[in-house]
C-alpha cells in the first residue's frame, strides 16, 4: 500500500516567514502534486512534478521532487496571510490507471 | 471555478438511509474521481471511471457504488448509511494524460463538494 506522510501536521506562523512542508514515502510515484485546499472548497492544482531531482518554482512557492521519486517538498518565501489554507501532496501510481494518493495534509496559518 | 459541479452542495440525512451524490466533470474531460474527506482521515480515493468504465478503485465500502453515464456525468450512491460516512464527498475530473521525461500524470480539477452530514 502506497502511503505518503506530510510534516508538519500544522504550522501557524507570523508575516514575512519561510517554511518549509515535507512529503515523504517509502513508495515511488510517476509524479507528484501540490494543492491547496481551502476551507469549504475543493483542493486546487498547485503544480506537478515528474522528474526525479525537478525543482519548480510558483511565485513564492518552490517544489521539489526527491531524487528517487518518493519525496517532496514545498517552501514558501516570505509568508503570507493569504498562503493560510490545507497544503496536500499527492503522488501517482505508477501504473496505468492515474490513480493518485494523496498525503495526510499541512493545514498553515500565517498571521499577519 | 474549476468547471466540475457536484450537487447537491449539502445534505442531512439519518441512518440506514440512502443517498446519491451527483458529479459534472469539465467539458470534454473523460475521466471522474471520487474522494472522500473526513477530518480524521484526510482525502480518501475511492473511485475512478474513465469514459463509463471503471479504471481504479481505492478504498470504497461495499456500501458505496458509483457510475459514470454515457453524458459522463457521474453519481456517487452510498446506502446503509451509518455515522461514520459524515464527510465531504469530492468529485474531480480530468482530461487527457500528459507524458514527459519517462514520467505520466494528470491534473484532476476537483468541485466544490457535497458534505454529508448523517443523523
Known amino acids: 500500500t502506497q502511503l505518503l506522510e506530510q510534516s508538519p501536521q500544522f504550522l501557524s506562523i507570523q508575516e514575512g516567514e519561510n517554511l518549509t512542508v515535507y512529503c515523504n514515502s517509502s513508495s515511488v510515484f510517476s509524479s507528484l502534486q501540490w494543492y491547496r485546499q481551502e476551507p469549504g472548497e475543493g483542493p486546487v492544482l498547485l503544480v506537478t512534478v515528474v522528474t526525479g531531482g525537478e525543482v519548480k518554482k510558483l511565485k513564492r512557492l518552490t517544489f521539489q521532487f526527491g531524487d528517487a521519486r518518493k519525496d517532496s517538498s514545498l517552501h514558501i518565501t516570505a509568508a503570507q496571510p493569504g498562503d493560510t489554507g490545507l497544503y496536500l501532496c499527492a503522488g501517482g501510481a505508477t501504473s496505468g490507471t492515474y490513480k493518485y494518493i494523496f498525503g495526510t495534509g499541512t493545514r498553515l496559518k500565517v498571521l499577519a | 471555478d474549476s468547471g466540475v459541479t457536484q450537487t447537491p452542495k449539502h445534505l442531512i440525512t439519518a441512518t440506514g438511509q440512502r443517498v446519491t451524490l451527483r458529479c459534472s466533470p469539465r467539458?470534454?474531460?473523460?475521466?471522474v474521481y471520487w474522494y472522500q474527506q473526513s477530518l480524521d482521515q484526510g482525502l480518501q480515493f475511492l473511485i475512478q471511471?474513465?469514459?463509463?468504465?471503471?479504471?481504479a478503485k481505492g478504498n470504497i465500502l461495499e456500501r458505496f457504488s458509483a457510475q459514470q453515464f454515457p453524458d459522463l456525468h457521474s453519481e456517487l450512491n452510498l446506502s446503509s448509511l451509518e455515522l461514520g460516512d459524515s464527510a465531504l464527498y469530492f468529485c474531480?475530473?480530468?482530461?487527457?494524460?500528459?507524458?514527459?521525461?519517462?514520467?505520466?500524470?494528470?491534473?484532476?480539477?476537483f468541485g466544490p463538494g457535497t458534505r454529508l452530514t448523517v443523523l
Open positions: 467539458s470534454g474531460d473523460l475521466s
Open positions: 474531480a475530473s480530468s482530461g487527457t494524460a500528459s507524458r514527459a521525461s519517462g514520467g505520466v500524470w494528470n491534473e484532476q480539477f
Open positions: 471511471y474513465y469514459n463509463g468504465e471503471e479504471r
